[in-house]
Nanobody
Framework: QVHLVESGGGLVQAGDSLRLSCVAS?????VGWFRQAPDKEREFVAG????????FYADSVKGRFTISRDTAKNTIFLQMDSLKPEDTDIYSC????????????????WGQGIPVTVSS
């Protein structure tokens, strides 16, 4: 069993930055960040392996978002720069033993999610 808790969301203006954190209690293997707006499917944002290597990004955030992890603190970060109004969503982290990429069905445990709102 892995329990994930996100923090760091909030309301910012377009062009601003936010850093999301995901703290895992229990062993978190590979980790992905996803986002979801009401009445839309959950969308992959970024993922990282259990060792903190091979970051992988959705095209929509490549060059603006950076995923990293502090394995000693069992914490995964999502640095979000140059935020746009279309980045407004509920952001969740999730862990998987087999992937750090897009297939959300392969993720086993999910956090509750945290809102990010970007105003224009």
């Amino acid at each position: 069993q892995v329990h994930l808790v996100e923090s760091g969301g909030g309301l910012v203006q377009a062009g601003d930055s936010l850093r999301l954190s995901c703290v895992a209690s229990g062993r978190a293997y590979h980790v992905g960040w996803f986002r979801q707006a009401p009445d839309k499917e959950r969308e992959f944002v970024a993922g990282i392996t259990s060792t903190g290597s091979q970051p992988f990004y959705a095209d929509s955030v490549k060059g603006r978002f950076t995923i990293s992890r502090d394995t000693a603190k069992n914490t995964i970060f999502l640095q979000m720069d140059s935020l746009k109004p279309e980045d407004t969503d509920i952001y969740s982290c999730a862990t998987s033993k087999v992937t750090w990429k897009k297939n959300r069905n392969l993720y086993d445990y999910w956090g509750q999610g945290i809102p990010v709102t970007v105003s224009s």
